[in-house]
């Protein structure tokens, strides 16, 4: 362990009196809250030059670097709360990205339909297309092509066409019928190509750049995939009829084009890779965990041709098509070089002999590293956090339980590292979204920071989450604060049999619906948690209809009648009107700016919780949204947080530990 990490690693520590004590530490949120020097990394198809997102307090650049010496040579921005949410390098010196926004931390990125492009060394920095491709003065070196005003997606950065790439664009009207263009890169000039035959379209196109298939659904919300066999066909509804509503996704085509693959859901069980006769229109399984969905598509470098695909179940894994290709032996070689943590090739030079290789752990953020393919040398090239050292963070245990009704439940402990079997004191730990987001394997900074406390975590994919199968996630319909809540307290009392939790000391704390799955549980399990805390939080549900802006379109009113339910069934399971059901104390977090789960909720919580007497503390910013952006703020929020859970579930001395070096850093 070198100095700096030793230095750093007894900062975080300070107050432990002897590993694996069943107690809180006292420790500086800051090293965890840090963000990463840097984010996703890509190499130019030459290999002379590195693509990085480099993610600031309120935003995100695209930055490129020299190979040589990882000097900066560009940098783009396009001001607060903008991200770059990804980028494509469309020839040796030419790099595309595509904008998005985000209001609060716990925000998904909401792509702006902003398309921007810069050369490697910085010049001819172009807003090609978007809302602010007619505006006059951006504020920085970027100039604004004039064009009609549309959002406009990547479909296919066109690898065999040094010019050009092919872009979805929209109207900014609701559920809009979408339009497939040819776009110079230069000059941000457009030609139709074809339009979509459904509303809210994806575009995917076959090896030579053809655009043969589009998913896309109404209103209603029902799932199709068209399919046409040349650029003047017509499109074909090629979705498949019956029970179960089976949804289909391309994801490639066999080097003739003559076959399709497909992700696709199953009847039962796990996601499967299907390939598509598109000639018979038979369908076979090429690939399928028995577990998991596929999370990531490995293809035959240079093109569209799947040859594998990446799962994250206990652990990330790999799975090929075929063994014997080259690209199942180069990652069987890579994880046996990086035994015991996860590995994977983000990008590959155009010669196919640079690879760019990400490797991480449930205790390590991540490190990158060049590969030679014909030396088959690995060279570090950066490394993520590198201020917390993975020797002291917790391991993630896999854990599979059965909930109540015998449906299975996977999910993850991770325990404070070097401590002792026994009881510790929990936070439990139910993730946002709810559906088709889970938690996975991996690093945690929050899980990490809870751990270095002291606390075992506990997290589980209740029925809704992702990765499991459509079957599992759609038993999350209609199920907020009934049997997703259920398989929470199953969890619970589980870690409880198993020895892992103290069953004094157990607290649930969530963001967005694991904020309300938080106060849910205090008010339908009174005696089996000491404590809650809900940020940025939905607690009356049926307010969910009229405020916030997923019932803005029509297709999201659609969304919250079919998954959360009509106004008139939702007052029952509202934290809001269950306040005299709790008598753990609360803790609240919400900003006033938040769209997603307006402050009202929270406030709303507030006043029922103290007309119950209930103790509740609270923590509102005006100027926040879904998370606190604010470096001081998200300090102060998680100062507040550590010493609310030591005074519920933790020791007294650390508490007061705490509010004392919270005083004196500000």
């Known amino acids: 362990m070198n100095f700096l990490r030793s230095t750093l690693a007894l900062s975080l520590v300070v107050g432990l009196l002897s590993a694996g004590a069943p107690r809180a530490a006292v ?25 990085a997102t480099v993610p600031l307090e309120d935003r995100t650049l695209l930055v490129v670097l020299n190979a040589k010496d990882q000097s900066v040579t560009a ?104 339009k497939v263009e040819r776009m110079d890169v230069y000059s941000g000039r457009r030609k139709t190509v074809g339009i979509a035959p459904i509303r809210n379209a994806t575009f995917f196109t076959d090896n030579s750049g053809a655009v043969r298939f589009v998913t896309g659904y109404n209103k209603d919300r029902i799932d199709h995939l068209y399919h046409r066999a040349d650029d003047d066909a017509e499109w074909v509804d090629i979705t498949t009829k019956g029970d179960g509503a089976v949804i289909e996704t391309p994801i490639g085509f066999s080097a003739d084009n003559r076959l399709a693959y497909l992700q696709s859901t199953q009847a039962e069980g796990p996601d499967a890779i299907v390939e598509l006769d598109l000639a018979t229109s038979k ?178 994919n209740f029925r809704g989450s992702g990765n499991y199968g459509k079957t599992f996630g759609d038993a999350g319909k209609l199920q907020w604060g009934r049997a997703m809540q259920d398989d929470l307290t199953d969890a619970t009392k ?58 803005e379109s029509a297709s999201g009113e659609t969304y919250l009648s079919e998954w959360i339910g009509e106004p008139e069934s939702l007052p029952e399971v509202s934290p809001t009107n269950l306040a005299a059901n709790i008598k753990a104390p609360v803790f609240l977090a919400a900003g006033g700016e938040d769209r997603r789960a307006p402050i009202a909720h929270s406030k709303k919580m507030e006043a029922a919780l103290r007309a119950a007497g209930v103790p509740v503390e609270t923590l509102y910013y005006d100027n926040e949204g879904h998370g606190f952006y604010l470096e001081d703020h998200r300090l102060t929020y998680y100062k507040q947080l550590l010493a609310f859970l030591d005074r519920h579930i933790g020791q007294p001395s650390t508490a007061a530990a705490i509010a004392s070096n919270s005083e004196s850093s500000q």
């Open 283 to 460: 369908r076979r399984i090429v690939l399928r965990d028995p577990t998991t969905d596929p999370q990531g598509i490995i293809y035959r470098t240079g093109t569209r041709i799947p040859v594998g695909a990446s799962f994250v179940g206990s652990r990330f894994h790999t799975r090929f098509i075929d063994d014997s290709v080259p690209e199942a032996k180069l990652n069987r070689s890579l994880e046996a070089a990086f035994a015991g943590q996860a590995v994977a090739i983000t990008s590959r030079s155009a010669d196919d002999r640079l690879a760019l290789v990400q490797v991480w752990s449930d205790r390590s953020p991540g490190d990158y590293y060049t590969f030679d393919t014909k030396t088959m040398q690995a060279a570090h090239f950066v490394t993520s956090r590198s201020w917390l050292d993975p020797e002291l963070m917790g391991a993630s245990e896999a854990i599979q339980l059965g909930a109540r009704d015998g449906t299975p439940l996977h999910g993850y402990v991770t325990r404070p590292h070097a401590a002792t079997p026994g009881q510790l004191p929990m936070v439990v730990m139910p993730h946002g979204g709810p559906f088709d987001v889970f938690d996975s394997w991996g690093f945690d900074p929050e899980v990490q920071m809870l751990a270095a406390a002291g606390y075992a975590v506990l997290q589980v």
């Open 27 to 51: 420790i500086d949120p800051t090293p965890f809250l840090k963000p990463d020097t840097f984010q996703t990394f890509k190499v130019s198809p030459s290999g002379d030059y590195f693509a």
């Open 75 to 178: 940098k783009i921005s396009l001001g607060q709360a903008t991200h770059v949410d990804d980028f494509w390098w469309v020839n040796d010196e030419r790099v595309v990205a595509s904008i998005a926004e985000r209001f609060g931390q716990r925000d998904l990125p909401r792509p702006t339909g902003e398309l921007m492009a810069i050369d490697a060394d910085g010049s001819r920095a172009e807003l090609l297309v978007g809302f602010r491709a007619q505006a006059v003065g951006l504020g920085s070196r970027i100039s604004a092509k004039k064009g009609d005003r549309v959002a406009a997606f990547m479909v296919d950065s066109l690898s065999q066409d040094e010019r050009t790439i092919l872009i979805s664009t929209q109207p900014f009207i609701d559920d809009p019928f979408r």
């Open 494 to 551: 589980w870690a409880i049999e198993q020895g892992i939790a103290d069953p004094k000391r157990i607290c649930l704390h969530g963001a967005s619906y694991g904020g309300y799955a938080s106060l849910m549980g205090v008010a339908r399990e009174p005696t089996l948690y000491q404590c809650a805390s809900g940020y940025v939080g939905v607690y009356d549900l049926a307010k969910m209809h009229t405020r916030g802006d997923v019932q």
